[in-house]
T-cell receptor
């Protein structure tokens, strides 16, 4: 199983809403990532979790709050977002010790209205 | 700051032709990855290049890495329409786990 599953696939939320994105993998990977991708742009790293601990926060605004409840799950909690936060949010996982590729989920297409 | 640049940004080619996409990066790294992305879809891993001189081939695609020149190439042989997609290179910032910095992307369109 080389699958990273993200839910929901699409999300429309108002600027005052609170919502969460979910990501799940069962490959035994102990590193998990959130990337943000704007249209026609490359993905940009937001957060890295290694062994369920936050290892990298790329100066992401606090309205994005990541959580890693266990080694298989990664959440991204969203609150008071702005329209410019509309993007494709990609989750990925990899083995933290071996130089293998990261596997990406299908993404959540987020629209903030 | 690690910068990764690709060229060309857009490539329109005919089926059956050959072409090369270039990926230049600014800081020492010996881990480079190529991904494919179809419109509205996620990223599919194509190649993992982990050392100077590494060469990998899969079907009509071949990737290579020259760490001294900080350059990777993705060569397309006898292109077919199914190869139409956006191709990204990504460089790992040698942090022990994958802090990937993606290139600007090359949008490839293969026409009959």
């Amino acid at each position: 199983d080389t699958e990273v599953t993200q839910t929901p696939k699409h999300l429309v939320m108002g600027m005052t809403n609170k919502k969460s994105l979910k990501c799940e993998q069962h490959m035994g990977h102990r590193a998990m990532y959130w990337y943000k991708q704007k249209a026609k742009k490359p993905p940009e790293l937001m957060f890295v979790y290694s062994y369920e601990k936050l290892s990298i926060n790329e100066s992401v605004p606090s309205r994005f709050s990541p959580e890693c409840p266990n080694s298989s799950l990664l959440n991204l909690h969203l609150h008071a977002l702005q329209p410019e936060d509309s993007a494709l949010y990609l989750c990925a996982s990899s083995h933290p010790s071996f130089f293998t590729e990261a596997f990406f989920g299908q993404g959540t297409r987020l629209t903030v209205v | 700051e690690l910068k990764v640049e690709q060229n060309p940004l857009f490539l329109s080619m005919q089926e059956g032709k050959n072409y090369t996409i270039y990926c230049n990066y600014s800081t020492t790294s010996d881990r480079l990855y190529w991904y494919r992305q179809d419109p509205g879809k996620s990223l599919e891993s194509l190649f993992v290049l982990l050392s100077n001189g590494a060469v990998k081939q899969e079907g009509r695609l071949m990737a290579s890495l020259d760490t001294k020149a900080r350059l990777s190439t993705l060569h397309i042989t006898a292109a077919v329409h199914d190869l139409s997609a956006t191709y990204f290179c990504a460089v790992d910032w040698n942090t022990g786990f994958q802090k990937l910095v993606f290139g600007t992307g090359t949008r490839l369109l293969v026409s009959p």
